[in-house]
């Protein structure tokens, strides 16, 4: 099993910026792939972005060139910076693994969440 842990959601106003990092645990592994996704409130759950082992990244087309995702393999976490904050990117944000062992498009394990709020 792998542990997903979120933090650095909050409360911040339209321009702003926030790092989001995600702590992994248990058996995880340098070749998942991890992302992110959010959900606001009575809206379905959207993709944010995608990290491969390899450092492969993927965008959803609402944060590009706005939010960048890397991860640190020594200490199993990867990150979300977010820049340039819109209202409309207020929802909780869900760290995700991939472990390829499922289907393809199929998150196995996912984050608690972290709520980000952006005031305008």
């Known amino acids: 099993q792998v542990q997903l842990v979120e933090s ?3 409360l911040v106003q339209a321009g702003g910026s926030l790092r989001l ?3 992994a645990s248990g058996r995880t592994s340098s070749t998942y792939a991890m992302g992110w996704f959010r959900q606001a409130p009575g ?3 959207e993709f ?3 990290i491969k ?7 959803g087309d609402s944060v ?3 939010f960048t ?3 640190h393999n020594a200490k199993n976490t990867v990150y979300l910076q977010m820049n340039s904050l ?3 990117d207020t929802a909780v944000y869900y760290c995700v693994c991939d472990t390829g062992k499922s289907s393809p498009g199929v998150y196995d394990y996912w984050g608690q969440g972290t709520q980000v709020t952006v005031s305008s």
């Open 64 to 66: 590009k060139g706005r």
């Open 48 to 50: 944010v972005a995608r």
């Open 69 to 71: 995702i890397s991860r």
């Open 86 to 88: 819109k209202p409309e």
């Open 53 to 59: 082992w390899t450092g492969d990244e993927t965008y």
């Open 43 to 45: 809206k379905e759950r």
């Open 8 to 10: 650095g959601g909050g």
């Open 21 to 23: 990092s995600c702590a």
